[in-house]
């Protein structure tokens, strides 16, 4: 079992920045395809950034390229989610999460465990 924990969530107004993290006790994390998903209300969650830690790929979203990047450190067991130029539309619970294999079925939603997620909210 892996327990992710989110945190960096908060308000900040449009054009503003955030950096959400996400860790997990116990576990690497470097075992694992990482991922950042969003809910915002009455919407689906959508995937917004994924990291393979071989080789460095990642993937983002096309609304969030160019303003969001996923990075992680191996040293700190965390994953990060760099916000820049935040609009309200990113107004959502982040989540993260976690697939041991199938990086594409990460991407698809399909993660092996999730975190409890933190909310993110840009005032415009």
């Known amino acids: 079992q892996v327990h992710l924990v989110e945190s960096g969530g908060g308000l900040v107004q449009s054009g503003g920045s955030l950096r959400l993290s996400c860790g997990a006790s116990?576990?690497?994390?470097?075992?694992?395809?990482m991922g950042w998903f969003r809910q915002a209300p009455g919407k689906e969650r959508e995937f917004v950034a994924v990291?393979?830690?071989?080789?460095?790929?990642?993937n983002h979203a096309d609304s969030v390229k160019g303003r969001f990047t996923i990075s992680g450190d191996n040293a700190k067991n965390t994953v990060y989610l760099q916000m820049n130029s935040l609009k309200p539309e990113d107004t959502a619970v982040y989540y993260c999460?976690?697939?041991?294999?199938?990086?594409?079925?990460?991407?698809?939603?399909?993660?092996?465990?999730w975190g409890q997620g933190t909310q993110v909210t840009v005032s415009s």
């Open positions: 116990g576990r690497t994390l470097s075992l694992y395809h």
């Open positions: 990291l393979r830690w071989s080789g460095g790929y990642t």
């Open positions: 999460a976690a697939r041991r294999t199938n990086i594409a079925r990460l991407i698809s939603g399909e993660a092996d465990y």
